[in-house]
């Protein structure tokens, strides 16, 4: 036999484990290939289906038949791609900032505030400006653009010229709010819940709607007649609470008897664990707290919204920057959150005091730290309530539906 020459089951025995390996080979080029797509597949576009909806999000198609959308509140939509027109992929975040602009109503103030606040997660400030900007030209006078300007720093004056020595130019002072010398009145929590309510409503807040509202709302074109028949009171009140069209006066008649989704949170989960720290007679709870006065019944929800209240106005310069303690924007920024962690551990430490001890001694990983960094970042309305109407460091204004002082008492 040549030595070329290969016997049958020679041939056979040499060629078995070349097959296999080119099976195993494909196998795996098969499987790395998959895994590639499954983890590098997933990007920013938008989906247009066959019957003319958009859906926005991070854009799957590697499967076979089917494209999965996440969207921005991490629900997952799946389309069969049967179904799907066509699939658009964004370079950029200038790209798909400009794309969401374009899909903006012409007068939409509240879409161009969402979408300054996505270009903030984006790290984008230009862009947030921008959209701000564009509000502000709707609306001059809306305080929750106001608000969103400020927390962006776009009303801060221009720096000193170089040739100015920065020394003779002192950073001026954070608001004086001075200590709060009473909690808030029956009239304050509702304005409290009214504006920390989120404007598409709160199911779980009890709501109180006298009978004669449901006229004035009919007579008002807040609900046409046939909804009349058959719209339930909490209904109502939530339509009113929630219609632009609404007078100021017919949105006075409803009470909101409970707190909405974003205060029940604070109370349960920032506030209760807060004060058994901080609202203690040697801080924040006596002479020692200077500003920052808080009060330490976490049953009490007067006293519970009053720390609220004192927590949104509050404003401190640090290292010649303007802090807020709750920046909902960009919450890690905010004092509370800094305030809270051991000083070795944060950027704008606790002012250095006698038997301080921090809320969230374990750092960032706390409970604590984790539960207000939730509540201030994904549960509080996004743009900030101004509560400049709330004076707690002046005498507790009368009832609003109190007589004037000298008028003639109701005859009974």
């Known amino acids: 036999m040549n030595p070329g020459q290969m016997t049958p089951m020679q041939t056979k025995r040499g060629q078995l484990p070349f097959r296999r390996l080119a099976i195993v080979a494909v196998a795996a080029v098969s499987l790395l290939g998959g895994l590639a797509l499954s983890l590098g597949a997933a990007k920013a576009g938008y989906v247009t289906a066959k019957s003319g909806q958009e859906i926005l999000g991070d854009i799957d198609d590697s499967a076979a038949d089917t494209v999965t959308i996440t969207t921005a509140d991490g629900k997952k939509i799946q389309l069969f791609k049967a179904n799907v027109a066509s699939i658009k992929y964004f370079d950029s975040v200038q790209e798909e900032f400009d794309w969401r602009m374009k899909k903006l109503g012409t007068q939409d103030v509240p879409g161009r505030l969402a979408l300054a606040r996505w270009a903030v997660t984006k790290n984008e400030k230009g862009l947030a400006e921008k959209a701000v900007t564009s509000a502000r030209q709707i609306d001059p006078k809306s305080a929750d653009v106001a608000a969103m300007e400020k927390q962006l720093g776009m009303n801060k004056p221009p720096p000193p010229p170089a040739t100015v020595p920065a020394a003779t130019k002192p950073v001026a002072a954070g608001p004086k709010i001075g200590p709060a010398i009473r909690t808030l009145t029956a009239d304050e929590i509702q304005l409290v819940r009214m504006r920390e309510m989120h404007p598409q409503g709160d199911k779980t807040v009890k709501l109180q709607v006298p009978p004669p509202t449901k006229v004035a709302a009919r007579n008002a074109g807040v609900i046409t007649a046939e909804e009349f028949k058959t719209i339930t009171m909490p209904e109502l009140g939530l339509r009113i609470l929630n219609s632009p069209d609404a007078p100021p006066a017919l949105k006075a008649q409803i009470k909101l008897m409970s707190d909405p989704v974003p205060l029940t949170e604070f109370r349960q989960k920032v506030n209760k664990p807060l004060v058994a720290s901080c609202a203690t007679a040697a801080c924040h709870g006596g002479n020692l707290g200077g500003n920052m006065l808080l009060y330490p019944d976490p049953t009490k ?13 509050f404003e401190k310069t640090v290292d010649g920057t303007q802090r807020s303690m709750l920046d909902r ?51 509080l309305i996004p743009v900030a309530a101004q509560y400049t109407d709330i004076d707690l460091t002046a005498p507790a204004p009368p009832p609003a539906n109190a007589p004037a002082p000298g008028s003639p008492l109701p005859a009974k």
């Open 301 to 313: 929800e007067e006293q519970a919204l009053t720390n609220f209240v004192v927590f949104q106005k």
């Open 329 to 379: 924007t960009m919450p890690e920024a905010s004092l509370l959150l800094a305030y809270m962690l051991p000083p070795e551990l944060s950027r704008a430490p606790h002012p250095t005091v006698a038997g301080f001890k921090p809320a969230a001694p374990r750092g960032k990983t706390d409970p604590i730290y984790l539960a207000t960094l939730h509540w201030m970042g994904q549960t």
